[in-house]
Nanobody
Framework: QVQLVESGGGSVQAGGSLRLSCAAS????????MGWFRQAPGKEREGVAA???????????YYADSVQGRFTISHDNSKNTLYLLMNSLKPEDTAMYYC?????????????????????WGQGTQVTVSS
C-alpha cells in the first residue's frame, strides 16, 4: 500500500525559507510522478510543483507560475523522499501543503500540476508565513 508522509512545515516570516519532505513507501516502480499541492482556507487545492522520472537520475520538474524561481522540487532515490525547498516565502504561500504520487507513470508534463493526475495523497503539513 502506497503511503506518503509529509513533514517540515512550520511558521516563518516573509522572506524566509522552509524545506518540506515527503517520505514515500509501498511501491517499487522506477518511473513515477510526484507533486506538491497546497490549499489555503476557502480556496481550491492548487498544484505548486511536480516531478517526473522515467527512472535513474533523470528528472523533469514543473512549477506553477506563482512559485517559479522561488521553489525547487527534488527527489532522493536512496531515501525515496520528495522535497520542496521554498525560498523567499510570502504570506500568500500560507496553506496546507500536500504530497501526491503516481507510481509507474509513463510521462511528464505540466498536467502533473493538476490533482486528478494522482491517486495517492499524504495528510499534509501546514506552512504559515507571517508578514
Amino acid at each position: 500500500q502506497v503511503q506518503l508522509v509529509e513533514s517540515g512545515g512550520g511558521s516563518v516570516q516573509a522572506g524566509g525559507s522552509l524545506r518540506l519532505s515527503c517520505a514515500a513507501s509501498g511501491y517499487t516502480y522506477r518511473s513515477f510522478c510526484m507533486g506538491w499541492f497546497r490549499q489555503a482556507p476557502g480556496k481550491e487545492r492548487e498544484g505548486v510543483a511536480a516531478i517526473y522520472t522515467p527512472g535513474g537520475s533523470t528528472y523533469y520538474g514543473y512549477y506553477a507560475d506563482s512559485v517559479q524561481g522561488r521553489f525547487t522540487i527534488s527527489h532522493d532515490n536512496s531515501k525515496n523522499t520528495l522535497y520542496l525547498l521554498m525560498n523567499s516565502l510570502k504570506p500568500e504561500d500560507t496553506a496546507m501543503y500536500y504530497c501526491a504520487a503516481t507510481p509507474g507513470c509513463g510521462s511528464g508534463s505540466r498536467s502533473l500540476l493538476y490533482q486528478y493526475e494522482y491517486p495517492y495523497w499524504g495528510q499534509g503539513t501546514q506552512v504559515t508565513v507571517s508578514s
